[in-house]
């Protein structure tokens, strides 16, 4: 068998109802935590990451998959109350399998097949108040049984690639092989990593155990779901700021939310791209390489348009307010010199 195990992770992004997380369905998330064993892997390779709390404004959570089944591994869903966003992560593990994409076809609910684990958790999210769950991102993972990781990517380039994108594009043998030949971001000896914005596939060796492929697994995992997040985050900044913009006036200059927005945005491209807290060169390299290859540079980019253009509708709103207001007491300076010589003659 070339494959001692499949894993695939499913990973959705979550916008609530609302500015932020209400209340109620915080709590209906603290009361679904259990402690399970993915917190542990999760735990471990953050710090692999990660040196300090990047993720402090957040709560992760875990639970189990409701329908509990041989492949299934556990749930995290990681929130931030205040920006009222999310990430849901399924894991479900395949062993003695010898067909990992049939594995992501049957995750993803390819040719009418169906996932009851995906579904369950899915169905169980219903009651969360979610306003929209935009992609469902798939992150493969195969450990392969040989040591020499080099050359079966060279020998398999086609099906990994095709492994990676799904083959849903229906691309030709040549682009399959490029998605593999050029786009690794690991340095690793025992992996090969692979990341676009809609799909991630990791390659191990046999050369790591169970426990190590599963902390370096979720390692790549949180890469990846930061990138998800991010992608999130500037759109719902975006989208505030067009509505920000186009409801600003003389009347209502609203100062107080081109601010708070401004804010967010300078804040979190502080925190999460400009000097994050990297924990090695390997990690900052892993991480921007992830960046780049997700198109997070240019989602910043155009967030950054964005939040400008509302800028400068502020400022020109505020110009107007002021010659408004400038006016206004003009002509309130003259009427009342006018009453005062009107009482002045009685």
């Not at 990430?87 to 395949?94: A, E, N, V």
């Not at 992609?135 to 380039?157: G, L, M, P, V, W």
Request: net charge negative; glycine share 2%.
């Amino acid at each position: 068998m070339n494959y001692l195990r499949t894993d695939i992770t499913s990973v959705f992004d979550l916008d609530f109802l609302g500015d932020s997380i209400s209340s109620s369905t915080m709590y209906k998330l603290e009361k679904m935590n259990q402690k399970i064993d993915i917190e542990t892997i999760y735990k471990s390779s953050y710090q692999w990451i990660f040196y300090q709390g990047l993720f402090r404004q957040f709560n992760r959570f875990y639970f189990q998959v409701p329908i509990s089944t041989s492949i299934s591994r556990g749930c995290s869903i990681l929130v931030n109350k205040e920006y009222g966003i999310g990430i849901l992560s399924i894991w479900l593990t395949f062993r003695n399998v010898d067909d990992p994409i049939g594995c992501k076809h049957k995750v993803w609910n390819i040719d009418d097949s169906t996932c009851s684990e995906i579904n369950s958790v899915l169905q169980l999210s219903s009651d969360w108040d979610i306003e929209e769950m935009e992609r469902h991102y798939a992150f493969t993972s195969i450990q392969i049984n040989s040591d020499n990781i080099s050359e079966f990517c060279y020998e398999n380039a086609v099906m990994l690639g095709r492994l990676f994108t799904g083959g849903y594009e229906h691309e030709e043998e040549e682009i399959l092989k490029k998605y593999i030949e050029q786009n690794n971001i690991s340095s690793r000896h025992y992996e090969r990593l692979f990341i676009r914005w809609t799909d991630a596939l990791a390659v191990y060796s046999r050369y790591i155990d169970d426990r190590q492929y599963e902390i370096a697994l979720c390692r790549a995992v949180q890469i990846f779901e930061t990138c998800i997040l991010l992608r999130r985050l500037f759109k719902n900044i975006s989208a505030k700021s067009e509505k920000i913009s186009s409801s600003l006036s003389v009347i209502n200059p609203n100062p107080w939310a081109v601010n708070k927005l401004q804010s967010s945005f300078s804040r979190l491209e502080r925190n999460f791209v400009v000097s994050p807290p990297i924990i090695s060169v390997e990690a900052e390299r892993l991480l921007k390489a992830a960046y780049k290859n997700f198109g997070i540079f240019e989602m910043i980019e155009s967030t950054r348009q964005e939040c400008e253009f509302m800028e400068r509708r502020f400022q020109w709103v505020k110009t107007q307010f002021i010659i408004s207001l400038a006016i206004l007491t003009y002509f309130l300076d003259k009427i009342w010199d006018i009453l005062k010589e009107l009482l002045i003659k009685k």
